[in-house]
């Protein structure tokens, strides 16, 4: 089928009946089919392989002098592109390579269609922002749904969060709202020896900070990014035993209450007194068993 031909005689004749098929509009700005096949991935998945050519009449003119460019062979790429149900597509097809005679620089011919940094195509790669926006599935769900590897799920999933959370995806955004109460906790990284610790807005469930490392240092940082008059409207902080947190709300923020949350006073409690206890009557009746042995 020629992807973007909106003529009936256009598209690319099939040897069943017509009227089992849907004209559809691709988005692929630039992009002729010429022709599509069905194969199969190694993995199993049916697969569509658009094959194709861009357009010629494109932008030739030199960055650097201003000139027309000349072409300099071509080499074929791959797209992925969005699926048709279960069924993976693919985009093949041949990109230029220009050089220019006078000054000497080189380079590709545009992709209009291809997003930033990945061998996908923009509808594809909104497709799965979209998803992911939800929070309903995994990155591993999303990457079944799209078909795409989970590291590129993952980095598409990045550069969605920082657009949305931070400015020039480097420093958090001030949160807009103010927070009554907040819950401060540190989570393992990658199975070793480094934590990291986040901040949490408890009413809403918003993450409002997330920083390496479990000392004083990210309490304080954290502080200093939204302000002492936005501390002023906390009133409480939902925390650990982590003696460390604590210290430093009071240093800076001595009025608002930290509050130690059940689960970690239960295991305290279990881990200081329970297992004591459990221990020392283990060893009094393991001498008692042993003396009332014959012989001794």
Request: aromatic share 10%.
């Amino acid at each position: 089928m020629n992807y973007i031909q909106t003529e009936t005689n256009g598209q690319m004749m099939f040897t069943i009946e017509r009227s089992k098929f849907l004209m559809i509009p691709s988005q692929l700005v630039g992009f002729h089919n010429f022709d599509t096949t069905l194969e199969t991935t190694k993995s199993g998945r049916d697969l569509f392989c658009f094959k194709g050519s861009l357009d010629e009449n494109f932008n030739r003119t030199c960055s650097v002098c201003d000139r027309k460019m000349h072409s300099h062979g071509s080499r074929e790429i791959s797209l992925r592109h969005l699926c048709f149900g279960s069924t993976l597509t693919v985009l093949k097809f041949a990109k230029f390579r220009l050089k220019c005679p006078h000054c000497g620089i080189t380079r590709q011919q545009e992709v209009p269609f291809q997003a930033e940094n990945h061998r996908i195509t923009i509808e594809l790669f909104n497709y799965a922002r979209d998803i992911l926006s939800h929070g309903t599935y995994t990155l591993r769900q999303v990457a079944e749904i799209t078909g795409l590897d989970e590291n590129t799920i993952k980095a598409i999933d990045i550069k969605r969060l920082k657009e949305k959370y931070t400015v020039n995806g480097q420093t958090l955004i001030k949160p807009e709202a103010y927070a009554e109460y907040l819950g401060i906790d540190e989570f393992k990284l990658h199975d070793g020896h480094k934590y990291a610790t986040h901040i949490i807005d408890l009413k809403t469930g918003h993450i409002l900070w997330i920083a390496h490392g479990k000392k004083k240092k990210v309490v304080f940082d954290f502080i200093d990014h939204v302000g002492l008059e936005w501390m002023d409207h906390v009133e409480a902080i939902a925390c650990d035993m982590n003696s460390d947190f604590q210290e430093a709300f009071e240093a800076k923020c001595p009025h608002i209450q930290p509050v130690f949350d059940y689960f970690h006073i239960v295991k305290n409690f279990n881990d200081k007194v329970v297992s004591e206890v459990r221990k020392d009557e283990q060893c009094r009746l393991a001498k008692r068993e042993m003396w009332m042995l014959p012989g001794h």
